[in-house]
T-cell receptor, first 113, second 115 residues
């Protein structure tokens, strides 16, 4: 089946630094990928939709300069959290839709200290 | 706008009892409906989905859900709860089969199973 590989699974970074999260489609081409954020004990909130070769579409309230999304190839989308602060600590999940269903990465737990 | 409402942020059942997790959606077009389970500190696992066809959908781990258009509902059930069912459950909806349409999630229901 369609698999999305997300790395890293956990990352701890210092406040003010940047962190890159990668999401790869292993056995299909993903022209579109979705990035979600999940706060503790909360639901998944769509942050942005990335499209291969073009700019990402961000949801209202998401800072595009803080959460940089790049979708340079049909198999790779990246989310970079720039100048991270403790309030950016969260669980980030990527997703793609290779058919009628959706496939999700295993998520990245970001902790900013 | 698309939306999903999960009634009850927390449901507690006894082991062996019926599990019923409620989900209602807003719709102006036929929806694609999904239920996911999330265990602590893990990603999402698909339980079942409804796209077209039979309205009663069977999923993994003994779960099933029925799409009721007249009630705009897609409730998740399991006849007999196991301790291992304790987790967070999310109902989600999409209104298109297009690859660039994201899923919209409900707020989730935490299921506790009491021995």
């Amino acid at each position: 089946g369609a698999v999305v590989s997300q790395h890293p699974s956990r990352v701890i970074c210092k406040s003010g630094t940047s962190v890159k999260i990668e999401c790869r489609s292993l056995d299909f081409q993903a022209t579109t990928m979705f990035w979600y954020r999940q706060f503790p004990k909360k639901s998944l909130m769509l942050m942005a939709t990335s499209n291969e070769g073009s700019k990402a579409t961000y949801e209202q309230g998401v800072e595009k300069d803080k959460f940089l999304i790049n979708h340079a190839s049909l198999t790779l989308s990246t989310l970079t959290v720039t100048s991270a602060h403790p309030e950016d600590s969260s669980f980030y999940i990527c997703s793609a839709r290779p058919g009628s269903g959706y496939t999700f990465g295993s998520g990245t737990r970001l902790t900013v200290v | 706008a698309q939306s999903v409402t999960q009634l009850g942020s927390h449901v507690s059942v006894s082991e062996g009892a019926l599990v019923l997790l409620r989900c209602n959606y807003s719709s102006s077009v036929p929806p694609y409906l999904f239920w996911y389970v999330q265990y602590p500190n893990q990603g999402l696992q698909l339980l079942l989905k409804y796209t077209t066809g039979a309205t009663l959908v069977k999923g993994i781990n003994g779960f099933e859900a029925e799409f009721k258009k007249s009630e705009t509902s897609f409730h998740l059930t399991k006849p007999s709860a196991h301790m291992s069912d304790a987790a967070e459950y999310f109902c989600a909806v999409s209104y298109s089969d297009s690859g660039n349409t994201p899923l919209v999630f409900g707020k989730g229901t935490r299921l506790s199973v009491i021995a």
